[in-house]
Antibody, heavy 123, light 106 residues
Framework: EVQLLESGGDLVQPGGSLRLSCAAS????????MSWVRQAPGKGLEWVSGIRGSGGSGDRTFYADSVKGRFTVSRDHSKTTLFLQMNSLRAEDTAIYYCTKDVASTLTAIDYWGQGTLVTVSS | DIQMTQSPSSLSASVGDRVTITCRTSQSISTYLNWYQHKPGKAPKLLIYGASSLQSGVPSRFSGSGSGTDFTLTISSLQPEDFATYYC????????FGGGTKVEIK
């Protein structure tokens, strides 16, 4: 059974940093693309960042314009864990952040989602 | 960047109705278009991938069509459990979601 368990969400001041983690199990982690998707309060889904799996230009990373230069996605294959390092946080980054698994090594479509972790950026 | 225009943003429908949601992209994306269903408090669910392929386990009343810049999600006969928000997503370039369509009970 595929499981994605996010952690690291917290209340942080504007300009601060936070690191989200996603412990993955139940599938061959290295093979699949992984992404972070967020949903701000009362808003729709926003794709944030993703990383390809092996066979799909492995570990190549991609970012939404809204976070480019501030967020960094990475993965630890030995610990089957996905990370999102978030720097220079802004109020508009406040959202539930979901860890997601792709159907393939590239960022094609999302077939599994975690339950999400809440990030609140406020003074 | 590829822009996504999903319409309508909301609709009211009755059980048994045929419902159609459209998604338009600012440039051609071939068939790199997916549809998701999202209910409050739950993780989103993949319904359709590659514009028209039904994800395993999804009821056949859901169907997708289109290619290039214009795409459609159709629910042939709306069921009580289908009231939710629906999102399109393109994966031709850096992924992006449409704005969503909230399907409410009439």
């Amino acid at each position: 059974e595929v499981q994605l368990l996010e952690s690291g969400g917290d209340l942080v001041q504007p300009g601060g940093s936070l690191r989200l983690s996603c412990a993955a199990s139940g599938f061959t982690f290295s093979t699949y693309g992984m992404s972070w998707v967020r949903q701000a309060p009362g808003k729709g889904l926003e794709w944030v960042s993703g990383i390809r799996g092996s066979g799909g230009s492995g570990d190549r990373t991609f970012y939404a314009d809204s976070v480019k230069g501030r967020f960094t996605v990475s993965r630890d294959h030995s610990k089957t864990t996905l990370f999102l390092q978030m720097n220079s946080l802004r109020a508009e980054d406040t959202a539930i952040y979901y860890c997601t698994k792709d159907v393939a090594s590239t960022l094609t479509a999302i077939d599994y989602w975690g339950q999400g972790t809440l990030v609140t950026v406020s003074s | 960047d590829i822009q996504m225009t999903q319409s309508p943003s909301s609709l009211s429908a009755s059980v048994g109705d045929r419902v159609t949601i459209t998604c338009r992209t600012s440039q051609s994306i071939s068939t790199y278009l997916n549809w998701y269903q999202h209910k409050p408090g739950k993780a989103p669910k993949l319904l359709i991938y590659g514009a028209s392929s039904l994800q395993s386990g999804v009821p056949s009343r859901f169907s997708g069509s289109g290619s290039g810049t214009d795409f459609t999600l159709t629910i042939s006969s709306l069921q009580p459990e289908d009231f939710a928000t629906y999102y399109c997503q393109q994966s031709y370039t850096t992924p992006r979601f449409g704005g969503g369509t909230k399907v409410e009970i009439k």
